[in-house]
């Protein structure tokens, strides 16, 4: 489902604040079971496969959203080795 009010617009399960690509980096990316995914995360196997199906069919676009979002997170790490405080931010 795409709603422009949830996870700004992201591909996510109806219902729930889970993204489609969320559930592509945990079955695809770091290998966990569509069943184990489902139990954590209090899902039906046919919304974990649905997502899937989604990720899937727009696989590159999905992808390319994951990489930009690890890229924005190694550069705030980079940017913010001890983490990040509103504090420190606005002195800065």
Not at 23 to 51: D, K, M
Not at 61 to 86: F, K, L, V
């Amino acid at each position: 489902m795409i709603d422009p009010a949830v996870l700004s617009g992201e591909p996510h399960i109806a219902g729930r604040r889970i993204a489609v690509s969320h559930i592509a980096v945990w079955i695809v990316y770091q290998g966990e079971s569509p069943e184990a995914v489902a139990g954590e995360f209090a899902l039906t196997l046919g919304e974990v496969y649905a997502a899937l199906a989604y990720y899937y069919d727009h696989q590159s676009e999905i992808d390319n959203s994951i990489a930009e979002t690890a890229q924005r997170a190694d550069e705030m790490a980079r940017r913010y080795p001890h983490g990040w405080s509103r504090e420190k931010d606005l002195s800065t």
